[in-house]
């Protein structure tokens, strides 16, 4: 366990120590910590949005694009995020585990807030170009690298281990409440004035990076002895691999959503086909995160104790019909339900996988693991954008989406067969040995 330290210098606390709370919100760190969480996913997310409108909207007028042209740009706008995700996970992985963990969270918050400072001078300048989009959209994913393995590592040091499923859950309520309200209030900005809603994240990040240096220090915890910095790095994947109920949930993740993932096509389910516009596409991004923010708000009171396998698995099968329906779908109201229903069949394997994660992985390896895993839910949205948008050039971006959703289906089924400890899952007890 991390040693946290009191502001005054005095003896370290330990979370253990703390008497068993009724909530995490509880403890001031956690309240500091839930608020960066949510501040800086509601920063992100409304730039995100927004930088995906921008660039097919750029794609499409300035660059004169049709329609599958222009989609394919959206699947290189994942796939140009995905690239700094994939080369630097183990570092940021190893630096969660080496470095004082808030301090990485508020450096990746410097960086989104560089990124916000230079979009809203060029969308101020009108000289928006669809390198300068990519360019920007890869120093985001270098953000993001780092931001998620220390963020994830700072909870369990915050709260004691019994109240740890309540405070993943709050957590997700945190990260879904602002998915719904930063795409929705970005669209809304944008709309009214584009270079307001990159002045708004701005705020947003300096806000969490405030908020996250209120935390106690969380220093890394001790070893008895360091090895090289890149064997440290490879031990998260090495654990990962050698469990097979942990690898089996984290691939059946990766899988699916690589082959289900919509989100790339929003913006031409917006603009070309529900003929919504940024307005709409803020709600159409929204409406997943608010299916996934019911659901942790649920959790986080009564979490799910029996049969988490087997629904897990359920969850995933539901997320990929959900998906067919709003890609066949023509009807605003309908294409949100979807996307509220499929928000909320993915929470449950958000919130199943990241309770396994936490409570089975040792303290010392908890940054090298949450960055594998992070690794793998990176690489399921950007590659699945990417791969939406590829189909979307061959096909048409109904066909991507559609297809896609049915290929969720089959996945599922495949990975009850590979790994059938995965249905056998009746708890979150630990399902494996722990690897040191």
Same mark, same amino acid.
Do not use: C
């Given at each position: ?23 995490? =919100? ?11 969480? /949510? ?22 007028? %300035? ?63 009108? *000289? ?17 690298? /780092?931001?998620?393995?220390?963020? +994830? ?18 957590? +997700? ?34 806000? @969490? ?25 490879? %031990? ?23 082959? @289900? ?101 040792? %303290?010392?390896?908890? *940054? ?9 839910? +990176?690489?399921?949205?950007? =590659? ?53």
């Amino acid at each position: 366990m991390a040693t946290i330290l009191p502001p005054d210098g005095d003896e370290p606390v330990m979370p253990e120590s703390t008497p068993r709370a009724a909530s995490p =919100l509880s403890f001031p760190d956690y309240r500091y910590y839930w608020a960066a969480r /949510f501040t800086a996913v509601m920063a992100t997310i409304a730039m995100v949005v927004v930088i995906g409108y921008q660039l097919y909207d750029t794609a499409r007028t %300035d660059y004169g694009m049709s329609i599958r042209e222009a989609s394919f740009q959206l699947g290189l706008l994942g796939l140009v995020q995905f690239v700094p995700l994939a080369l630097l996970t183990p570092v940021a992985g190893w630096a969660a585990d080496r470095f004082e963990r808030r301090s990485v969270a508020i450096f990746s918050n410097l960086i989104d807030i560089t990124i916000a400072a230079t979009l809203g001078w060029f969308t101020w300048a009108g *000289g928006l170009t669809l390198p300068l989009l990519f360019g920007l959209a890869a120093l985001h994913g270098v953000a993001r690298v /780092f931001s998620g393995p220390a963020m +994830s590592a700072i909870a369990p040091n915050i709260v004691p281990p019994a109240v740890l499923p309540r405070a993943i859950a709050m957590s +997700s309520i945190a990260w879904q409440s602002a998915s719904v309200i930063g795409p929705a209030v970005g669209g809304l900005i944008y709309a009214a004035r584009p270079t307001s809603v990159y002045i708004f994240a701005a705020i947003l990040l300096a806000v @969490s990076a405030f908020t996250i240096s209120r935390v106690r220090p969380v220093l890394p915890p001790p070893v008895e002895v360091r090895r090289h910095p890149l064997r440290e790095m490879l %031990d998260g994947l090495k654990f990962v691999w050698m469990e097979r109920f942990l690898l089996g949930t984290i691939t059946l993740d990766l899988f699916a959503v690589i082959l @289900s993932g919509a989100t790339a096509m929003l913006p031409v389910y917006a603009r070309d086909i529900l003929h919504v516009g940024s307005e709409g596409l803020g709600l159409l991004r929204a409406a997943p995160a608010l299916g996934a923010a019911v659901v942790a708000l649920g959790l986080s009171f009564r979490p799910i104790e029996r049969n988490v396998g087997v629904k897990m698995l359920w969850a995933v099968v539901v997320f990929g019909l959900a998906t067919v329906a709003f890609g066949l779908s023509t009807s605003l109201l309908l294409s949100l339900g979807m996307l509220v229903l499929l928000g909320a069949a993915d929470m449950f394997s958000v919130f199943v996988r990241g309770t396994l994660i936490q409570l089975n992985t040792p %303290d010392h390896m908890r *940054g090298r693991v949450s960055a594998a895993s992070g690794l793998a839910i +990176s690489a399921s949205n950007e =590659l699945g954008e990417m791969r939406a948008g590829a189909m979307a050039a061959a096909l048409g971006p109904v066909s991507a989406v559609v297809v896609g959703g049915a290929a969720a289906v089959g996945v599922t089924a495949l990975w009850t067969w590979l790994f059938p400890e995965l249905g056998r899952a009746k708890t979150f007890e630990p399902q494996f040995k722990q690897a040191g």
